[in-house]
């Protein structure tokens, strides 16, 4: 007996230290990629933002968008713009889940998931050809409001403003924001409202001095992973426009593929900036997720 | 009547009792009421939300398959039998099979190398799973645009290297959800019990990790597949800003000039998506915690 458990440790130690110089050699590949893919072409962007794409030499011209109002509309248009569809995903998800969660039936659990699933993944061309389809100039639901006496364009309507971007952006805002947020809805235990019932507390303090601050860690950092998503989206918004619309991933890819507009130094000072407001939502989300409530804890 | 010396945790183990209290009275009740009813209100929300969900799609088939008097299903064959359409899909296969085989070839050894060996570097790689927001589609676009692009002296994309540029694009895109799913299903074997077990027998590394460690982690490497799969199935932003005609770019510039066949290769995607996302449901509830929904802006 004792010969043997002896010998099983020896064997895996040597095992491990036989592991040892062929196990770095095997994160080689990944290492590899991920340098030649994401950081050299990251440092690229870097370095590209600071020189000018004629002469190469070092400049800041290419961060000039920072002084002039005119340049920073796109900026507007986007925070608008994610501003808009944060505000009406979060609010509508947040009811969809709560009545998901309310609704106390499996199967109607089961398929709204999925769906909202296929929903939130369901982003890009084919979702913007899809809204064309329905509230376009010639879109079905266009049509039938118009046969019913509203004239959605007559009225100043475009699905390509920022309005119509903003019903868009919902389409997967909404089905993100109900994936996000029904764990911890379906975490929150019917008898701690019973606890506050017999308590004597009235349904409003139960939600002020229960449910909000158990809620507001995931509610918050939610909405920032819904306004980071609506901020760096493009392939929605392209698909839509065509690049005619003032949105900062639009107006990278016109200086880049643009025949007019070509300037690849200022498309890499954009992205920087792009880059840096999406650090700042998804770090401050980190920082929340820290500090996630212990009553949350499964 | 409330004792003034009563201290914070003899309060707390007030509110503990009257928790449990709540939660025996809800048992109870359970037990004698076992059919409890959707709330009205529930009920509405979720109709209303089915309805706004599934309009856009309900549009999309009546512009693609309606002539406005009768049903066709001519536009879907004539969008399937269409050669850009054959030619398209087949490119996005091609680069959507490749990625999922590199992804997980590379992603799988390292994950576990991770976790057996160097845990040191587990923060580094917890750093990929934001990697998404920060780095965006639109901005690895820019950057591997600058990198390797028409002006850059490492011309990729006008040689015959340009599949390997977008390869390693959608490496880069999926690598945080492929990491993520491999790592989870690492996490939930004990991956250096059964490695120092498979040692002790004898078995080399490359062994061990192909006969013992791939079996038992099998459902997250079919999850991880899942999504990078429909991920580069889906991608729009790298293919369009560097200039490969996949599906999605297809989709877009066939809906210029032929809107009807494009509405109905709209509800091709769909399908597309669609059975991804059924596919990865269906493993999620054989192993609970799998990610369905990749999140990040596309």
């Known amino acids: ?298 | 009547m409330s004792n003034p010396s009563i201290t914070g945790e003899a309060t707390e183990e007030y509110l503990a009792t009257v928790v449990a209290g709540a939660e025996a009275v809800r048992k109870a009740r359970r037990r004698t009421n076992r059919r409890s009813r959707a709330p009205t209100w529930a009920t509405v929300v979720l109709l209303v939300s089915a309805v706004y969900f599934l309009l856009p799609l309900y549009a999309t088939a009546v512009f693609a398959l309606s002539t406005g008097k009768h049903f066709t299903l001519q536009p879907l064959f004539d969008g399937l039998g269409d050669d850009g359409f054959q030619t398209s899909l087949q490119l996005s296969l091609f680069y959507s099979i490749v990625t999922t085989i590199l992804c997980l070839a590379v992603v799988a050894p390292t994950a576990y190398l991770v976790e057996l060996r160097f845990q040191r570097l587990r923060a580094t790689f917890e750093f990929l799973t934001i990697l998404p927001f920060v780095i965006p589609p639109i901005i690895l676009a820019v950057g591997l645009s600058a990198m390797y692009g028409i002006n850059s002296p490492v011309n990729l994309i006008a040689s015959s290297w340009a599949p390997v540029l977008l390869m390693g694009g959608y490496f880069v895109l999926t690598v945080p959800f492929v990491f993520r799913a491999i790592d989870n299903a690492l996490r939930a074997v004990d991956v250096r019990t059964l490695s120092e077990a498979s040692a002790s027998l004898g078995a080399g590394p490359t062994r061990t990790f192909l006969r013992v460690i791939v079996p038992s982690i099998s459902l997250g490497l079919v999850s991880g597949a899942l999504l990078a799969f429909t991920t580069a199935m889906g991608e729009f932003t790298l293919a369009a800003l560097l200039g490969y005609a996949t599906f999605p770019v297809y989709l877009l510039n066939v809906n210029g000039y032929e809107p009807r066949m494009g509405e109905a290769l709209v509800l091709v995607s769909f399908l597309i998506t669609w059975a991804g996302v059924i596919a990865l449901a269906a493993v999620a509830r054989r192993a609970p915690g799998t990610q369905i929904v990749r999140g990040g802006p596309m």
């Open chain 1, 1 to 298: 007996m004792r010969s043997s458990s002896s010998g099983t440790l020896a064997g895996a130690s040597t095992a491990a230290r036989r592991l040892g110089g062929r196990a770095a050699l095997a994160l080689l590949p990944f290492a590899v990629l991920i340098t030649a893919f994401l950081l050299v072409p990251t440092l690229s962007l870097i370095w590209g933002s600071f020189h000018d794409s004629k002469t190469g030499a070092f400049t800041l011209t290419n961060y000039s968008y920072l002084q002039h109002p005119l340049d920073l509309v796109p900026f507007a248009n986007s925070l608008e713009l994610s501003l808009a569809s944060t505000i009406l995903g979060s609010v509508v998800g947040l009811l969809i889940a709560q009545a998901i969660v309310s609704s106390r039936r499996p199967l109607v659990q089961e398929i709204a998931t999925t769906f909202s699933s296929v929903a939130a993944n369901f982003a890009g061309v084919p979702l913007a050809f899809a809204f064309i389809a329905t509230l376009g100039a010639n879109g079905l639901l266009t049509r039938t409001l118009l046969n019913s006496g509203i004239d959605l364009y007559s009225g100043g309507f475009k699905l390509y403003s920022v309005l119509g971007l903003t019903i868009v952006y919902a389409y997967w805002e909404i089905p993100l924001m109900v994936l996000v947020m029904l764990p911890p809805l379906q975490a929150m235990k019917p008898s701690w409202r019973e606890a506050a019932e017999i308590l004597g507390a009235s349904r409003w303090r139960y939600l002020r001095s229960v449910a909000i601050p158990i809620l507001m860690t995931p509610f918050i950092s939610s909405l920032l992973l819904l306004y980071a998503n609506a901020f760096g989206a493009y392939a929605t918004a392209y698909g839509l426009t065509t690049g005619f619309v003032a949105l900062v991933p639009i107006e990278i890819s016109n200086l880049i593929n643009g025949d007019v507009s070509y300037d690849p130094g200022q498309a890499d000072a954009l992205a920087i900036g792009l880059a840096v407001i999406m650090a700042v939502c998804i770090g401050g989300r980190a920082i929340l997720e820290r500090r996630s409530t212990r009553w949350l804890a499964p």
